[in-house]
């Protein structure tokens, strides 16, 4: 298949999994990956991009509306990663939440219409649902977002709905659970705790480490968004999840095991603001589609620790600054 792409963040853990998974299945594909390159935007991933055929690498902002007119001109599809997106983050300084992911989006949305682009996806995340006390949240279910992150990625989502309502606009939404791999940014848990416990250093567990979460590598979420761009219906949103549901103290437990720690190297620490118990995705939609996870959680986390054993190259420099 031969089309061009236009990824924005792409610089970023999930955007530059998702090049590499298209490039090696569609060597005639063509990427534009566009990202602000804001300390989540990783040189050193840029750079391992550049070497890959197809890729192109622009580096600007999705609110530059005049940048993103130019870009989406011509292209196939538009598939959004970029995002601001720790919770963290969000709690202490919401204010560019809503500017990348909100406003930036709206941007991106727009031309994308006016460009006549064929396709557009929307990445977005199961958090919008908010906490759940038990069950599966379905792709209807309640917008109810905790923290200013998931509000701003939920008025992402409806934003995007509206072009289809309003314009129809061919857009798609995914909303995918926690995902883990390579080139993950060293603040988020698992790459935090692996680099930590490489590093002699205790692993900050919030709360009771009994908050329950879904757990994706990222390779399945980057094959579940190519089977929903090529084969899912405009106006649709589809949950993605592995049903692999682990407590934060038992994925703990997990890497410590890989990297021969003990109880010893857990600081449960103060619970974060609005935490959120518990996240679950009913996913049979995009299954329909032909979609499954390939990977097995434990074998893959295996995996994960052993590359960022490897990989000190690319995650010392991003904790040291």
């Known amino acids: 298949m031969s089309r061009t792409i236009l990824v924005t963040g792409g610089a970023g853990f999930i955007g530059s999994n998702y090049i590499r998974h298209m490039l090696e299945r569609e060597p005639m594909t063509k ?24 890729h192109q690498f622009v580096e600007g902002d ?6 993103v007119r130019d870009l989406v001109a011509g292209v196939d599809a538009v598939v959004n990663f970029a995002a601001e997106s720790h919770v963290d983050r969000s709690i202490d300084g ?35 649902y908010g906490s759940l006390a038990e069950g599966f949240a379905k792709e209807d279910a309640p917008l109810l977002p905790s923290s200013p992150y998931s509000a701003s990625k939920a008025g992402a989502d409806l934003l995007a709905s509206s072009y ?42 919030y709360g009771d480490g009994k908050n329950e979460r879904d757990w ?25 999840g592995a049903n692999a549901q ?4 038992e994925l703990t437990h997990q890497i410590m095991s890989a ?32 979609w499954s996870p390939l ?11 052993d590359w960022y054993r490897n990989r000190t190259d690319w995650w010392r420099p991003l904790k040291s600054a």
């Open 246 to 249: 682990l407590t934060n103290l």
């Open 62 to 67: 999705i609110r530059d509306g005049a940048l």
């Open 31 to 54: 990427i534009l990956n566009l990202d602000a390159m804001t300390y989540a935007g990783v040189k050193a991933t840029v750079d391992e991009l550049n070497e890959l055929d197809g």
């Open 295 to 305: 990977h097995d959680f434990e074998q893959r986390l295996a995996e994960t620790v």
């Open 164 to 205: 289809g309502v309003t314009f129809d606009y061919p857009v798609m939404i995914t909303r995918c659970t926690n995902n883990f791999g390579p080139y993950q940014f060293p603040e988020k848990v698992i790459p935090l705790f692996v680099t930590n416990l490489l590093d002699g250093k205790k692993v900050p567990l």
């Open 94 to 128: 919401p204010t560019v939440f809503l500017d990348t992911n909100v406003v930036g989006t709206g941007v991106l949305l727009d031309a994308a219409y006016k460009a006549g682009v064929p396709k557009y996806l929307q990445v977005s995340t199961d958090e919008v």
């Open 216 to 240: 994706l590598y990222v390779d399945d979420h980057c094959s579940a968004i190519r089977v929903a761009l090529d084969e899912g219906q405009p106006g649709e949103t589809y949950n993605i």
């Open 259 to 290: 990297l021969g720690a003990d109880e010893s190297m857990i600081e449960y620490v103060a619970d974060r603001p609005g935490h959120d118990r518990r996240y679950a995705v009913d996913s049979d939609k995009i299954r329909a589609l032909g």
